[in-house]
């Protein structure tokens, strides 16, 4: 688990996203120009505007929006989070194969003790991101916020940072010490009580670290 501030850049914009404004700027669009002049002479310009709103609808020709949509998705199995319903679906293509109910971040913040002007937002970032590494046994190197949270002081120690069993079989990482990985608190999936990293089940964690490549397509929103 990360440190929450570090976030992947705010450019990349998720699939879902893109796609409702594909679908947006499919709409017939009547200009501004006309719409005032109709607002100030109604009488003057009714059959004007009528042509004009009638021409936009013969022109607004259906658009390919499902072919449009498949140019979109990322090529062959890739991983979509919803951190709202805190969902995770693999896909391939736009066949769903696999989903799982998932955890993600808290938004509750932190604040660093030891410096007012240092503290942290526990929240899973969003955006387009690959999966970089898969590891088996994982173990956490727990950072500060970790110990500042349990009231422990911070140690000094690399070796006193390494905590195991708690991140469950398996890790997928996606970058700035964030991952998909196990939990032990089973009861709570489906809740955003995350530090910023992505909780599954055992079950549904063991069909991504055997099933999904490393390099595939993690879409997050």
Not at 71 to 80: C, N, Q, T
Not at 122 to 148: C, H, M, Q, S
Not at 181 to 190: F, M, P, S
Request: hydrophobic fraction near 35%; aromatic fraction near 8%.
């Amino acid at each position: 688990m990360p440190s929450p501030n570090s976030r992947h850049s705010i450019f990349q914009a998720p699939f879902v996203k893109a796609l409702l404004w594909l679908m947006l700027i499919t709409l017939p669009v009547i200009t501004t120009a006309s719409l005032a002049t109709s607002l100030t002479s109604p009488k003057k310009h009714l059959q004007k505007n009528d042509a004009a709103i009638s021409t936009a609808k013969v022109s607004a020709r259906p658009f390919p929006i499902r072919t449009s949509m498949q140019g979109l998705a990322p090529k062959g199995m890739y991983v979509v989070v919803d951190t709202a319903q805190n969902r995770l679906e693999v896909r391939e293509g736009e066949t769903i194969i696999h989903t799982a109910v998932a955890s993600t971040g808290s938004g509750a913040s932190l604040q660093d003790p030891r410096d007012p002007n240092k503290g942290w937002v526990f929240e899973t970032p969003r955006g387009v991101y690959t999966i970089l590494n898969k590891i088996k046994n994982p173990v956490w190197v727990k950072p500060d916020w970790a110990f500042i949270e349990e009231g422990e002081s911070v140690p000094t120690k690399p070796k006193d940072r390494l905590e195991t069993g708690v991140l469950g079989d398996y890790a997928l990482g996606f970058g700035n010490g964030y991952f998909i990985h196990g939990t032990l608190y089973t009861r709570l999936l489906g809740t955003n009580v995350t530090h910023g990293c992505i909780r599954l089940g055992d079950t549904d964690l063991e069909y991504l670290y055997r099933h999904v490549p490393t390099g595939s397509t993690l879409i997050i929103y």
